[in-house]
């Protein structure tokens, strides 16, 4: 479940430089599907579900609620971007917050698009929910999720152990301009 508050969802697409992020539609249904059943794409998220258990139970137009972005390039969907705020987050530190994911299919991996969904993504947030900060968690030995986050300057808050792996939780708080 997501709450992000009063929030008009969904937005208008929001449009970067090679990227579109919108709203899931009926047509992302199979790549929801690849995303959810890739072993690659869930290396650090506990392993990928048995497709045929997505083919059944995914709905005609998945992950459908506010705070759930389909990046598409080119027309075709190649990630997803999750803002969501849970009821209690796993660490006191992130209570509260807004918390940042993401999947992208291996095929998009190195190209930048994460970095460029991600900027897109918490601008947008800093827009509708003003001076609000944003957490994100990762597997440290997920290299490629640390250095992004790094790279969207989210701070580091807290390292802990959980699910048998040490872990990092980050923080990123909106520029505003001071008076």
Sequence with gaps: MTDLGPVAWP??????????????????????IELLASPEVHT??????????????????????????????DGSMIGQILLRRAPGHRRPAGAGKVDLGYLFLPRAWGFGYAAEAYAAALDWFAGVRP???????????????????????????????AWGAEQWLGMWSPVTPSD
Excluded at 59 to 67: A, I, L
Excluded at 132 to 137: D, R, S, T, Y
Aim: hydrophobic letters at 40%; zero cysteines.
């Design 44 to 73: 650090y998220l506990g392993g990928p579900r048995p497709r045929e258990e997505l083919d059944r139970d995914t709905p005609e137009v998945p992950e459908r609620w506010p705070g759930s972005f389909v990046v598409d390039l």
């Design 11 to 32: 937005p208008a697409p929001i449009k970067t430089e090679r990227l579109v992020l919108r709203a899931p539609e009926a047509r992302d249904r199979a790549a929801f």
């Design 131 to 161: 001076g609000e900060p944003v957490v994100l968690a990762t597997q440290t030995a997920n290299v490629g999720s640390m250095r992004l986050a790094a790279k969207l300057g989210f701070l580091e808050v807290e390292r802990f152990d």
